[in-house]
């Protein structure tokens, strides 16, 4: 049951992880983090499982309570060491609450502080990787308690359940439904991973290994490329996805990474505002998916709702409608009526109608998504706000300002609390309420909002991107009206 719900096989923390093993020759330190003990235990199991599909052994230990704080460095560097080791596992026991983790935190620091000492014997001594497996706060404790040790570290693996029902590719497309355009998050460090394809790029491989040795660069670069999308690093980004790209298309059988890269190029393009070459990249992932997978799979209907969502935002309203309702008609009939991506091309397709000044049934379909996002999802889901931002903002075009004026505060309050006041979308409900506050002469209220909206963009996603133009453009309309009633 807990290897269904943690779903390795689809985990890309996971896979960095067994390219990782596979890159490293000799000695190397690893850290594995997971929420729970019991993630902890699948990924032993299934890294146990990796090892023996070619003969090679995991050795586990696990540090005790109460056992004097050295006893991990003898077992690793007195214990014998069997002819087939692949990697060394070191874990602990789980804590009795998580209220009560402190003796959990206390024995990990007395090992490692205790190992510190010993990092070269233990370098020279272990040929293979070693790997501590622990709590999301083993980071913190491992780098205080033993910082010589955890200056060799190589990578850090966080692994977590996925957050919902839905396959990497097509998760991705959630954010469609707000402008805020926030990158998805990459865990891990770029420079790490800047070192990891150094070491890769220098190892030398016989002809045999060329097309893997190609596609674990691929998967490297394109780790790093959303790394530093994650960071805001754009120029850095680009360069590392549109390599990742074409070192992926010299392997024919990594489909899966192919779609993947050609997912985040569209979600990097669409983030900068340069809407041209994101329509590129979601046609190409719209001919690339379909060949693959089919029509009615979720890569291929995620892909063309990107591309439904990039031709609305260059105004190509009609085409973008057409692609929208034939995407939620597929969904409609596949995944059923209530499914959350169903829900997205639903109000995507609201927006779509309202777009072309369609605002009545825009307004019915807003609500109609509204209520079973509610209810499926929560109030103070990120797409629940969505939907009440996008039905505030289409009563806001039929003139029903202060309807919309409370929708919108709501969504603010809301996003606030459970997003962050620096959230991407929090800036866009600060603008979006603005405009409302603008259309009922409010303009003193209005450009406080606006103004919170343009510096937030502005830090975030860059002076010139689409978003933060726009802000600057009515924050200046809306001083110009401020100066016009003195």
Known sequence: MLDRVYALAENAEWQHLLDYLELLEGFGLILVLAPEQAGIDV?????RQHYAQSDRTLQCLRLRLGEPPGTLGDHLLNDPLPADLGAVWVDAPEPESARDEAPARELWRLALSALNPRRNPLRRRLTVPLVFAGPMWLNEVFQHAAADLWSIRDTIIRIEPPKHDLPAAARAEMKLDSAGGQPEGEPGDPEETRRALARLRNKKVPPSQRLEH?????????????????????????DALLEAEERIEKNPRSLDDQARILFDLYFLYDDLGRLDRAEHYARKAVDFTNVHYGAEDRRTLASRNNLATTLQDQGKHAEAEDEHRAVLAIREQVQGTEHPETLSSRNNL????AAQGKHAEAEGEHRAVLALRERVLGAEHPETLSSRNNLANVLQAQGKYAE????NRAVLAIGERAQGAEHPDVFLSCFNLALILESQEKYQEASVFVQRAEMGWRKVLGADHPNSKLAMTSRERIEAKMKGEQ
């Open 404 to 407: 919309a004026e409370g929708e």
């Open 43 to 47: 990924c032993r199991r299934a890294l």
């Open 214 to 238: 190609c596609a674990l660069e691929a998967r490297l670069l394109h780790r790093l490329g959303n790394q530093l999308r994650r960071d805001y690093r754009w120029p850095e980004a680009e």
């Open 350 to 353: 609201a927006n779509t109608l």
